[in-house]
């Protein structure tokens, strides 16, 4: 089934700072197409410039659909790329995404990078020569420590065999 793919005109960014988010009226669902973080901030950043805000697990940005007055929200969570938007708004809210994920699975992605803090470790997500990117920097402290115990205690089991 072909999509019908909008102009990326029918889509504008929305002041961020006038944000109200998680409150018991957000609806959430993760993307469509289950691409990774780097994926898709660099669709975004190819049509609409460098995320709102950089912080814990990933990105955030703010659209409003000029058709429909929509206002909803592309960002990364725990869970990998999501939309966003308030459930009095749940009408229109699915058929909007449906059209801005499109928009961006035609998008070429720009090559871009943002780095983020995550319960795992520091982690990178872009493009690179227009070919979408996560790796981690640093590994989490805790994940650190977790493998030194288990490798201490390897060690311990053996010295206790031989």
Same mark, same amino acid.
């Not at 102009?7 to 960014?13: G, K």
């Not at 992605?109 to 227009?130: K, L």
């Given at each position: 089934?072909?999509?019908? %793919?909008?102009?990326?005109?029918?889509?504008?960014? $929305?002041?961020? +700072?006038?944000?109200?988010?998680?409150?018991?009226n957000w609806r959430t669902r993760s993307r469509l197409s289950k691409g990774h973080i780097g994926d898709f901030?660099?669709?975004?950043? +190819?049509?609409?410039?460098? !995320?709102? =805000? $950089?912080?814990?697990?990933?990105?955030?940005?703010? @659209?409003?659909?000029? /058709?429909? /007055?929509?206002?909803?929200?592309?960002? =990364?969570?725990?869970?990998?790329?999501?939309?966003?938007?308030? =459930?009095?708004?749940?009408?229109?809210? /699915?058929?909007?995404?449906?059209?801005?994920?499109a928009l961006l699975k035609a998008a070429t992605p720009a090559d871009c990078e943002i780095e983020y803090e995550?319960? @795992?470790? $520091?982690?990178? =997500?872009?493009?690179?020569?227009? %070919? !979408? @990117?996560?790796?981690? $920097?640093?590994?989490?402290k805790s994940e650190q420590v977790e493998r030194k115990l288990a490798a201490k205690e390897v060690d311990e %089991?053996?010295?206790?065999? @031989?």
């Amino acid at each position: 089934m072909d999509e019908k %793919i909008v102009d990326p005109s029918r889509f504008e960014r $929305v002041d961020f +700072a006038k944000r109200e988010l998680w409150t018991p009226n957000w609806r959430t669902r993760s993307r469509l197409s289950k691409g990774h973080i780097g994926d898709f901030v660099s669709r975004i950043w +190819a049509l609409y410039g460098p !995320p709102d =805000s $950089v912080g814990y697990e990933g990105f955030s940005c703010r @659209f409003r659909d000029k /058709e429909t /007055e929509l206002v909803f929200e592309a960002f =990364s969570a725990g869970y990998g790329p999501s939309y966003g938007a308030y =459930s009095q708004d749940a009408a229109v809210f /699915e058929s909007v995404v449906d059209m801005f994920d499109a928009l961006l699975k035609a998008a070429t992605p720009a090559d871009c990078e943002i780095e983020y803090e995550t319960d @795992f470790g $520091v982690y990178r =997500s872009g493009a690179r020569n227009g %070919i !979408p @990117f996560d790796e981690m $920097v640093k590994k989490s402290k805790s994940e650190q420590v977790e493998r030194k115990l288990a490798a201490k205690e390897v060690d311990e %089991i053996l010295d206790e065999l @031989f």
